[in-house]
T-cell receptor, first 115, second 115 residues
Framework: GESVGLHLPTLSVQEGDNSIINCAYS??????FIWYKQESGKGPQFIID?????DKRQGQRVTVLLNKTVKHLSLQIAATQPGDSAVYFC??????????????FGKGTLLTVNP | NAGVTQTPKFRVLKTGQSMTLLCAQD?????MYWYRQDPGMGLRLIHY???????AKGEVPDGYNVSRLKKQNFLLGLESAAPSQTSVYFC??????????????FGQGTRLTVV
């Protein structure tokens, strides 16, 4: 079936290192992807998004890469800080009929930053 | 600007009891969603609404009902709670998505335990 998934459930990095979180998707018709960060006890928060007509988008310390050939998405966090420790979700804006879309989430990756 | 507000934040129910979770947003968003989050399952869409007076089923709608009588409110009802409905529930809202690209804003979540 069609799904949005993550390669690794957990990732542990040292403070100051770069982090890379991966996501695979199978719906080639999806045209918009979002990365969310969820801290313990809180709701998901928007980090960065990318449209399917782009390969790369940069934000503050974060970069999202989109490889449509292999249906792969990644989130790169530069100089990872303890405050980056959270669960990261990729989400796919999937067409659901008519003029409607709905957001479908992957299972998430837990990022732990060691001091 | 409160964003998306969920009430209550915590609740314990006995099997067979009913309850309603309230979601309110003050951003004049057209779309609203209810998700549940279980360990290792990510966020799964229960029901969603593309506008006042309309609702639609998501991935896991069984055992839940919703209503969108006012644009700013989206209610999630459990008519007869079951232990399998123990979860953290998140409400989200977003601007209209007809070809536009927009992220969803999430509430802080409601932790529901059914015993």
């Amino acid at each position: 079936g069609e799904s949005v998934g993550l390669h690794l459930p957990t990732l542990s990095v040292q403070e100051g290192d770069n982090s890379i979180i991966n996501c695979a998707y199978s719906n080639s018709a999806s045209d918009y992807f979002i990365w969310y960060k969820q801290e313990s006890g809180k709701g998901p928060q928007f980090i960065i998004d990318i449209r399917s007509n782009m390969d790369k988008r940069q934000g503050q310390r974060v970069t999202v890469l989109l490889n449509k050939t292999v249906k792969h998405l990644s989130l790169q966090i530069a100089a990872t800080q303890p405050g980056d420790s959270a669960v990261y979700f990729c989400a796919e804006n999937r067409y659901s009929g008519g003029s409607n879309y709905k957001l479908t989430f992957g299972k998430g990756t837990l990022l732990t930053v060691n001091p | 600007n409160a964003g998306v507000t969920q009430t209550p934040k915590f609740r314990v129910l006995k099997t067979g009891q009913s309850m309603t979770l309230l979601c309110a947003q003050d951003m004049n968003h057209e779309y609203m969603y209810w998700y549940r989050q279980d360990p290792g399952m990510g966020l799964r869409l229960i029901h969603y609404s593309v506008g006042e007076g309309t609702t639609a089923k998501g991935e896991v709608p069984d055992g839940y009902n919703v209503s969108r009588l006012k644009k700013q409110n989206f209610l999630l009802g459990l008519e007869s709670a079951a232990p399998s409905q123990t979860s953290v529930y998140f409400c989200a809202s977003s601007r209209r998505q007809t070809g536009n690209y927009t992220e969803a804003f999430f509430g802080q979540g409601t932790r529901l335990t059914v015993v």
